[in-house]
């Protein structure tokens, strides 16, 4: 290659690189403040910088009061660093000088005293715009601020789901497959009874948390979940840490990488113990009430059926008493029939009526009743019942006092009847029944009193039970357990009440209560 001829050096060049002038454009052309201030706190040099900051030629500065430069803003600013530097102390600090325009300068600044023979006879100043750096920090103490409020955005958003997961006893998990590690949530920790501080058991392990049947459907569930990614719902029974068993809400789902492989399971685990119990009590309700519905349905048929042949004994029974050769026992044997006949009839209405209640079969009306001589014509027909009993009857109604409700004459009377017949029944040999009233502006009350027997607490909680004589088909009283029942649904057809006062060993009161008839 030819040689090359290295460039010529400018003809000014030599003169500009001859000092001081080459210090001074050195010194012009420093981006920072440089300057010399004598003890006086006169300008004895300033480089260029000074025309940008403070808009004056360096030049003009020279012999210029430092305290004319800074002017009354800045100038007690600096004060104390300027009686520092006199003191012979460096000098090094922050603060903000006005720039052109209203802009905001942040400057460093030096001061360095000028010392000969121990006496400070000026100082030496250095100012750098620090501008762009504070802009910095303040954008990395907004990161900063930004992050930690987000941080503390988390920290809350975590502490908020576990106390949900907590209230609403839902565990969360992961399970990755390739490492074999698993996750579990503070509350999937408390529902199996686990240490967070303790490692879990291996998967294979957990079998011990579950019982034998649930654990093979989860395992099968999750080995099918893993072949084919296909999310899985299951209740199952697993071992609670205090002892017993409970149910749980297991749901997982498979989670794939960016390729579409499965490479983790997730899901959650909710308590449902009392609500799965609470969904076998609806379901043993349901069964139950469809047993009763049909076995009202057959007691319905039965007694329709039983219609028929006791309408036949109870007319031959009755042509019978009509044949004038019939001797005493004859007749008395026919009478025998009659009231068995009779009785017969009058359960088998009793036991159409609750069936057809509790199908929804019955209506009633609401027509103004005059309770009176309801009462008295009930006590007039069981009186010869009660005397059979050796039972006296009281009346306490006020002979001319109207009672009128608003009630189904026929029901009323039916209601009435029963209560009077089993107030003689399961009362004691001299005992008492007694009718009373009390009404105010909205209800009647009609009050059948008696001193048998009585009812326990318990035997009261069943008193409205079809069928359930309460112990008395053990005695020789006879009944069915279907009066009581069948008034209590009669009365709330009607909108009344049917209360009951009860004492084991002094006797029952029942309060029938019916709205007052406006008419």
């Not at 049909?294 to 319905?300: A, D, H, I, P, V």
């Not at 009793?350 to 009930?378: H, K, W």
């Not at 006296?392 to 009377?413: C, F, I, S, T, Y």
Request: aromatic share 6%; net charge negative; glycine share 8%.
């Amino acid at each position: 290659m030819p040689d090359t001829e290295p460039p010529k050096p400018h003809p000014d060049t030599a003169a500009r690189h001859e000092a001081p002038d080459f210090m001074r454009m050195l010194v012009d052309h420093v981006p920072a403040m440089l300057a010399y201030w004598g003890a006086d706190l006169r300008c004895r040099f300033a480089n260029r910088a000074y025309e940008r900051w403070f808009g004056v030629s360096a030049d003009s500065l020279i012999g210029t009061s430092i305290e004319d430069l800074l002017g009354p803003e800045l100038l007690p600013q600096t004060r104390p660093y300027i009686q520092g530097v006199l003191r012979g102390e460096e000098q090094i600090f922050e603060r903000v000088m006005p720039g052109h325009g209203g802009t905001v300068r942040h400057s460093l600044a030096t001061y360095i005293p000028d010392i000969l023979d121990g006496e400070v006879v000026g100082f030496m100043t250095h100012v750098t715009e620090v501008t762009k750096l504070k802009e910095a920090e303040a954008a990395l103490r907004a990161q900063a601020t930004e992050r930690e409020r987000a941080y503390e955005c988390l920290r809350q958003s975590e502490a908020a789901l576990r106390e949900a997961q907590r209230l609403g006893q839902i565990g969360s998990w992961e399970w990755d497959l390739g490492t074999n590690v698993a996750r579990w949530s503070d509350e999937m920790y408390r529902i199996f009874g686990f240490d967070p501080a303790e490692p879990l058991p291996d998967y294979t392990e957990r079998d011990r948390l579950y019982t034998p049947n649930s654990w093979a459907r989860l395992t099968k569930q999750i080995e099918h979940t893993v072949q084919t990614g296909e999310p899985y719902l299951l209740e199952l029974e697993y071992l609670k840490p205090g002892g017993g068993t409970g149910w749980i809400e297991a749901r997982g789902l498979a989670v794939r990488d960016t390729q579409g492989h499965i490479f983790k399971l997730a899901g959650t685990l909710m308590e449902i113990t009392e609500r799965h119990h609470i969904q076998e009590a609806r379901v043993q309700r349901d069964v139950a009430q469809a047993a009763n519905r049909n076995k009202t349905m057959l007691l319905s048929r039965v007694s329709h059926e039983l219609r028929t042949p006791l309408n036949g004994i109870m007319g031959y029974a009755q042509l019978n008493l009509m044949e004038p050769n019939l001797d005493a026992t004859q007749r008395q044997r026919n009478d025998v029939i009659l009231q068995c006949g009779q009785h017969m009839v009058e359960l088998v209405d009793d036991v159409l009526d609750l069936a057809g209640a509790e199908l929804g079969r019955i209506t009633v009306e609401q027509l103004p009743v005059d309770l009176t001589p309801v009462v008295e014509a009930s006590l007039l027909r069981f009186g010869p019942m009660a005397d059979a009993m050796r039972v006296e009857l009281v009346n306490r109604l006020a002979p001319h006092d109207v009672l009128r409700a608003q009630a189904d004459p026929m029901r009323v009377r039916q209601v009435i009847n029963n209560l009077v017949s089993n107030a003689i029944k399961y009362n004691r040999p001299d005992g008492l029944v007694t009718l009373s009233t009390r009404h105010d502006a909205a209800h009647i009350d009609i009050r059948v009193e008696d001193t048998g027997i009585g009812l326990t607490a318990e035997q009261q909680a069943r008193l409205f039970t079809p069928f359930d004589r309460l112990g008395a088909e053990a005695t020789r009283v006879e009944g069915t357990g279907v009066s009581l029942a069948l008034s209590k649904v009669l009365v709330d057809l009607m909108g009344g009440q049917l209360l009951v006062e009860s004492q084991p060993g002094k006797g029952s009161a029942f309060t029938l209560r019916l709205a007052c008839s406006a008419s």
